[in-house]
């Protein structure tokens, strides 16, 4: 994986939006949601994803589960 694929994944659990993440790891402007696109069918850049998600869900004790009852 790219140090730019790995500065994707930290951008996109800012806001989860993908083209914006591209947008900030330096992807143009242009093609950024087409490019966010193909990365998130990238198995490596998914996996760091999910794991990140998941670490954070753990730690937060918030999944969607409670914030649709609350």
Do not use: N, W
Not at 6 to 21: I, N, P, Q, T
Not at 28 to 44: D, G, I, N, V
């Amino acid at each position: 994986m790219t140090d730019r694929m790995r500065l994707f994944c930290s951008e996109y659990l800012v806001d989860m939006d993908g083209a914006k993440a591209a947008r900030r790891a330096g992807y143009s402007a242009k093609t950024a949601e087409k490019r966010a696109y193909q990365l998130m069918q990238h198995p490596e850049v998914r996996a760091v994803i999910d794991e990140a998600i998941e670490k954070r869900q753990e730690r937060t004790e918030i999944t969607a589960d409670y914030v649709l009852t609350r």
